[in-house]
């Protein structure tokens, strides 16, 4: 089982990016999906979830602003992130929950990282 992120970049204060994350290989199923960030310094947070219903929270300090999305046909996440700010810099990680084939129950899964930089 394989996650893959993509999208990271660099882009001016207000500006947007939209990140993906996409998993393959021997996939029993998927349950929620997560977008988490950790800056410099800082400890890993969590941006926004969706549920497989669909349901989604979001740190406060996204609210807005960031929009996560799911398509399970695809088994991708998609994180929206406009009017982005200088504090949104950060290595952007996806988090899947799910069962492959090789696990007894679900587990976390998580992507390589993609560097988001804001620049004011």
């Known amino acids: 089982v394989q996650l893959q992120a993509f999208g990271g970049g660099l882009v001016q204060a207000g500006g947007s990016l939209r990140l993906s994350c996409a998993a393959s290989g021997s996939i029993v199923n998927i349950n929620a999906m997560a977008w988490y960030r950790q800056a410099p310094g800082k400890q890993r947070e969590l941006v926004a979830r969706?549920?497989?219903?669909?349901?989604?929270n979001y740190a406060d300090s996204v609210k807005g602003r960031l929009t996560i999305s799911r398509d399970n046909a695809k088994n991708t996440v998609y994180l929206q992130m406009n009017s982005l700010k200088p504090e949104d810099t950060a290595v952007y990680y996806c988090?899947?929950?799910?069962?492959?084939?090789?696990?007894?129950?679900?587990?976390?899964?998580w992507g390589q990282g993609t560097q988001v930089t804001v620049s004011s």
């Open positions: 969706i549920t497989v219903g669909g349901s989604t």
């Open positions: 988090n899947i929950v799910m069962r492959a084939y090789r696990d007894a129950r679900l587990s976390d899964y």
